[in-house]
Each structure stands twice: as C-alpha cells, then as structure tokens.
C-alpha cells in the first residue's frame, strides 16, 4: 500500500506534470549533481574555488529578490481565525485560485521531493516537512537550511504526520504568484516565486506561519526570534532569544564577538533566525532552532560587524543577487575594502561604483550551514534546547524608544512585545523605512489572528516557572543629524551585560513609566565613544514622545475588536495612566 507521502507526491504529479520525479536523499553527490545541472542550464554560478570553495551565485528574476507580504495568505475556515494581521480567502477559493496555476507547471521540468526535519535529528520537539518543488535551487538550499533527505525519511517511516508545502517557480510573474499557507490542513502551497522566505517552506510558511498555529495548539511558542548564550568571565553562561524584525540585526547579534575592551566574555550562537520554545521538565522556557543554516543579509556584513558570519561564508554557501568582481568573488555594499573598480550587478549587467546603482541588491542574502560558524554554540543541537532566561524585542527606530528598558513582569513583557513597531527594510517588497507596528516582530509571520497569539502569550507566562524577564532594545537610535547614537553590532554586549544583570539580580535601573531602564552608571562605556550626553539620550524617557506613542497603540489594538486580550487593554492604560502622573 502507498504511504501517506507516496500518495501525495503520486497526485501532485498527476496535477503538475513534471519531466521526472526525484525523491532527495540529502547525499553530497545528490546536492554536487543539483549544482552541476543548475551551471549546466547557467541558473547557477561558480565564485572563486580557490577563495570560496564549492560557494555559487544565483540570480533570481529581479521582480523576485524579497517576500511578498501583499500575495501572502492565511486560509482558515474563518475569516477572524486568521486576523487583520493577514490576507485571508476561503481554503475553498485559494484551492480553485491557486491550484490552476499548478495545472501542468512543471512540464519540462524535474520535480524535486524534498523531506526535511526542522530541529535537530534526534529531539523530541522537532517535525517533519516535505516540500515538492521544480526548483533545484530550493532542493538544494533546502539542504543547507534543514537536516534534509534520509534523515527525514527514517524519522517519517509510513506516518502521514508531515507538513506538505508544495512549491513551482511558476512563470515567476507577480500577476501570478502566491504563498498561502492551511494551517487547519498542515499544508502549504506556494507558486510564481524562488524568493527564500517565498519558496524555502521549511522556513517562514512552516517554522513560523503554521508552527504558531501549531503552538497554540500545542501550548509552545514559533518564534521570530535569534537565540545566543553569554558566558561571563566566571563561567557562567545565560541564553538570551532576541526577536527582531527582518534585517533588524539578529544574525548579527547571535554571533557577536565581544570587544576587545570586554575581556573574558563570550558569546555562542544556538539560532539567528528562529526558535521554536517549549515548557521544559523544569518548568523553565526551553528553546531550539529548528534550521540547520542562515538565510543571512548580504550587505552591511564585513570583518568588523560581523566576522562570524565572514568566516562561515567562506564555503558550501549559496549566494543570492550579491554582485560579482572580475575575480569571481561575491561583492555587496559594506563589504571590506574598497569597491571593485568594475563589476558584474546582481541583475548580470555590467556595473561600476560609477554606476549610481547598488552593486547587490539591499536584500542579497547567503545560504551558509550553521555548522560551520566559528561561535556555533556546543548545545546548539542538544534535544531539549537551551534554557531561556531572558527576551528581547528589539525594533528599529530612529527616535523615542530607549536603548534597551525592562518590563514590570510578563504580562507587561507582552504588551511591550505587542506594541513592538519597527521602521521597514528590503527583506519584503513594500516601501523601506516606514514605522509600522510589528508585534514580537512576527506580524508578517503568525499564521493566526495576532489577538488570540498575545493571549496565547499570556497564558504561556502563567504556565512557565521562573518565566524568562522581557526587555525591549534598539540599536537604531539616532542624533539629530541623522548619525546611530550606540554604536552597535559587538557592542552591543555591554547591553547584553546589563540584560543579564537583570537576570541574576546584580544590575541596577531605575522605575520609569515605561519599564526600568538603566541609569547611565549601569551601561558600561568604557573604550566607547558615547559622552555622557549620548547615553543620557539613548536612555531618556519622553513623556510627551509616549503619551502620543500610547494614543497609536490604542488604535492599533482596537483592530483586533474582542480577539484582544483585557490585559492587553489594560497594560496601555496603566501606561497612560504613569506618563500623566
Ligand atoms: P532577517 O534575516 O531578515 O530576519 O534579518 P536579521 O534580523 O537577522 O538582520 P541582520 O542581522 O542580517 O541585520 C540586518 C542589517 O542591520 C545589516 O545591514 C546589519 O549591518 C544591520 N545591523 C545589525 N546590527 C546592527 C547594529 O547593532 N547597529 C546598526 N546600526 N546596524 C545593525
Ligand atoms: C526575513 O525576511 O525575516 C528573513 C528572510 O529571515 S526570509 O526567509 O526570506 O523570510
Ligand atoms: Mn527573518
């Protein structure tokens, strides 16, 4: 009889008509072969071997380089189950819509059968995908992001238990293109793009849109979120998830060197993208990763923000719209050094600094194994996780929010994750550098109505012992002129100290109406430079700056009418209530 997998794969065919059919097995040879066919047909090609070896370059169809939050859909049977934070059908007319475009979409082609773990092999919070794709560049990203092929097999056996995400490029036309995810029937469907967070559904459709709905379900928490420990001087080691919005800083948080000017600290790198939470033995917040590699932000990355993710870049990557030096090496804005005096764009054309265009595209990205990070966490594999003492929700904004403040407790934790907003970036396709709210920067990610998510947030804080302290950060403040005020990336682990401070009971703050924030003698500046003046900035509370913050968030919680929370309601008005006093 036909397994569960066999059946579905059988049908899919029959509907999509691929040339051939090939069931991955996640071998070296099997993922060498998809690289030789892709420098065959010229989808793919070779960097540098000497510099970069077994590194290529892929360029996608230039309407296609970020997620598409406007063809994103949530298809709950219920329009309220899937909330103002998504677009909604019915599962009936996404299926009439969506499937046509799947009618015979990959004649010509082979038809990729990729099963996948997300979480490590052996841990018990782990779960299984399959994602069926006619792109060989999604098969084989998909072996670097997941633990993919007989892995996945063994675990599966003959069970139906899977996550089915099926995935064609398409004619990659916008006019035609869509990511809609059942989370009532595990399945997703995504056609017309070869996008990363469009395309590899191991990532954003499964570990976040349907593993928030699962985790409601299940009472565990899907997280947008990076996951580090800090070992201090003294041995002891803390672990910390930080959830900011894309191309907020998490890969470059996760795998932060300490300065030289703080000795003795360091950090590990468990997750810079994702975490999957769950209530431990314990009773503590344990966390795993569910990747096996970064999805990682292309420019801005160099030996001095970032050497970290310098180092494991360097081979077995993939990267996607960076520009090409004459010498075959990958190139982006920000990279050390000077810039090429003439290179290749991510677009293919010839290109100059001249130019007055980027040279990459500002969400060219890397595809690059975990494994192979310098500051790899030893436990980032271990079954049951890591034990979260702490959590950031860190946004993007040029004024008002302070560096880094404590909540009161949990539930006020929450309102501060639910208020979150962030000033956008190109890791989707709409205008860049707009405040918009961004709560527990998931808003594109939870596959459910985000009032029912802060209640299952709430209820989760009851739930946990020694419940993780919440802390809001931004790295983004900036001076009247326009300059960052904090100089960020490895310096940020002076606020990291603070935040574990906090954790143990050994840093001072000071109560303000928003949270405790940190008096300037609590953030060390040593070696910085940021005058007394600076800090005072980044660490001041303006009252009148979050009366009228406070006024927006009203507005924004009213959008979820009765889905959202009382307590929610009534965190903002005791905020209002200290700002007036
Ligand atoms: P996704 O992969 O999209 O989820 O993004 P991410 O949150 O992992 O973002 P990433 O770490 O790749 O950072 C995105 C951009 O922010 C890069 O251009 C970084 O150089 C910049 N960045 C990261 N950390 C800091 C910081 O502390 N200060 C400043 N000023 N910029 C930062
Ligand atoms: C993000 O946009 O948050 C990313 C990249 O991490 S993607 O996987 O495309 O969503
Ligand atoms: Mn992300």
Redesign the pocket.
Known sequence: MATPLEQWVEETAQHTRPKNIHWCDGSEAEYNKMIADMLASGTMLELNQKAYPNCYLHRSDPSDVARTEHLTFVCTSAKEDAGPNNNWMTPADAKEKVGKLFAGAMQGRTMYVVPYIMGPVTSPFSQLGVEITDSPYVAASMRIMTRMGKAALDRLGASGNFVKGLHSLGDLSPERRFIIHFPEERLIWSVGSGYG?NALLGKKCFALRLGSFMAREEGWLAE?C?ILGIEEPSGRTTYIAAA???????????MLIPPESQKGYKVFTVG??IAWMHIGADGRLWAINPEAG????A???NYK??PNVMETIKRNSIFTNVALTPDGLPWWE?LDGDPPANAIDWQGKPWTPQSGTKGAHP?S?FTTPASQCPSISPHWEDPNGVPISAILFGG?RAKLVPLVYQSFNWQHGVFLGATMASET?A?ATSAVGVVRRDPM?MLPFCGYNMGDYFGHWLAMGKRIKQAPLIFRTN??RQSQEGK?L????G??LRVLRWVIGRVHQEAGAVETPIGYVPRPQDIDTNGIAVSPTMLQELLAVDREGWIEASHGQREFLDKFGDRMPREIWQENEALEQRLKR
């Not at 970064?294 to 932000?297: A, H, R, Y």
């Not at 904090?486 to 990336?489: E, I, K, R």
Request: charged share 15%; proline share 7%; aromatic share 20%.
């Open positions: 967070g947008h990076l900011f919005p894309s191309a907020c800083g998490k890969t470059n948080l996760a810079d993208d970064f999805f990682g932000v420019p801005g990355t923000t970032n920000g969400n990205r993007r970036t890791a920067a790295w983004f960052f904090w100089p960020g990336f310096e940020n």
